[in-house]
């Protein structure tokens, strides 16, 4: 990788990716082809973000598939390492992450994002980009990357980019391909519980509570979903809101059958 690297002129923008690439990814690799000369891609699934009882060992992979993707999508390099190339020795040194970790997937996935600024460092390191690109359906896995850039002065601009769903509204993401046509159809009550608590808030709703109640209905309905949580938080800090006043992030994970999806929305109470 070293090699290919140092052969790229120009600035570089890089989408860290676990590949199974979808729209959303092709989305990010069209803003990184906007705003720099080239594009690098990775593949890499990464086990230190996973935790043991998590989907590690049967998560979605078809490289020739992703590296027809990539190509059409115009990346310039894809860089795929293996487990031993990214790992060759026992770590010894690890990106230890704080309070921004302690919340919404943070309390469910312990160590995951920690083990995920650690990997993104090394990528970092290895692909010396001018521009990260991340995407907000992860939006807690991009504020805690931005935070730990600006903490540790790492030399890259963090751009995050609309989370971009399918038509019935649910977010597109790799783990869909593990959802049975039933639990596909039950799965776009996430987006629209999201969507019942924008408009409660647009309506003028102050109440977090009971806005959550309101909108928690949509999930209750869908026999195959279990709310892990929905919460409204600041979308800087992500501690939770009692009140709405300024812009908030509202956010869901939900099992679907076996399969754990996340979702989120901003809603900008000042425009
Ligand atoms: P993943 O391969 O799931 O780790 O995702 C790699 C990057 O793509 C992360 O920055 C994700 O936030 C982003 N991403 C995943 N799904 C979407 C989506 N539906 N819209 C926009 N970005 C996404």
């Known amino acids: 990788m070293k090699k290919e690297r140092r052969a790229i002129n120009g600035t570089i923008g890089f989408i860290p990716t676990m590949g199974c690439l979808h729209k959303g990814h092709v989305s990010l690799i069209e803003a990184a082809k906007n705003e720099c000369d080239k594009v690098i891609l990775s593949i890499f699934v ?16 078809n490289f020739e598939a992703d590296k027809k993707i990539a190509e059409n999508s115009g990346v310039d ?7 031993t190339e990214m790992y060759p020795f026992e770590m010894n040194s690890f990106v230890s992450t704080g309070k921004l970790s302690g919340y919404l997937c943070g309390k469910f996935r312990r160590r995951h994002f920690d083990g995920v600024a650690t990997v993104v460092t090394k990528f970092l390191n ?9 995407g907000q359906k992860d939006y807690q896995q991009y ?17 995050v980019m609309p989370t971009i769903r399918e038509v019935d509204g649910l977010a597109v993401s790799s783990r869909n391909t593990y959802l049975s046509p039933e639990e596909r159809k039950a799965a776009t009550a996430i987006f629209r519980a999201l969507v019942k608590a924008e408009k409660e808030i647009i309506n003028g709703k102050k109440t977090v509570a009971d806005i959550i109640i309101k909108s928690m209905t949509e999930l209750e309905k869908e026999r195959l979903i279990k ?13 939770p809101k009692t009140v709405i006043d300024n812009n908030i992030l509202i956010a ?15 809603v900008d109470i000042d425009n």
């Open 143 to 159: 504020l805690i990357i931005k935070k730990m850039v600006e903490d540790l002065n790492f030399d890259t601009e963090i751009s």
């Open 77 to 83: 390099l894809i860089f795929a390492p293996t487990n």
């Open 252 to 266: 869901i994970a939900a099992y679907v059958g076996s399969t754990r999806l996340i979702d989120n929305i901003i």
């Open 46 to 61: 990464n086990p230190l973000q996973f935790d043991p009882s998590e989907d590690f060992d049967k998560y979605p992979s």
């Open 227 to 239: 709310v892990q949580y929905f919460e409204i938080v600041c979308p800087f800090t992500l501690q």
């Open 126 to 134: 290895i692909v010396t980009p001018q521009n990260t690109y991340f």
